[in-house]
């Protein structure tokens, strides 16, 4: 089997060919690692030390902006 993965953020996406659904979610693990250093490897070579990314992938960044806002308020 074989992966998708991000070097920069040690995580990977498993890639299943025949999949559709598979196919937008490496799309979109792409889009969000664009600026990364993206791979195509065997799963068993990095299966233990990178984080596997599970549906979206999609982190929540509205709330850490929200969190860094709190932060601001509190300095001034
Ligand atoms: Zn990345």
Redesign the pocket.
């Known amino acids: 089997m074989r992966a998708r993965a991000?070097?920069?953020?040690k995580?990977y996406m498993i890639i299943h060919a025949n999949n559709p659904l598979n196919q937008t979610k490496i799309d979109n693990f792409e889009r969000?690692?664009h600026?990364?250093?993206?791979i195509t490897v065997d799963l068993e070579e990095i299966k233990d030390q990178y984080q596997l990314i599970n549906n979206n992938g999609s982190k929540n960044v509205s709330k850490e902006t929200n969190h860094s806002q709190d932060s601001l308020n509190k300095i001034y």
Do not use: V
Request: charged content about 20%.
């Open positions: 991000c070097i920069k953020c995580e969000i690692h600026l990364h250093t993206l």
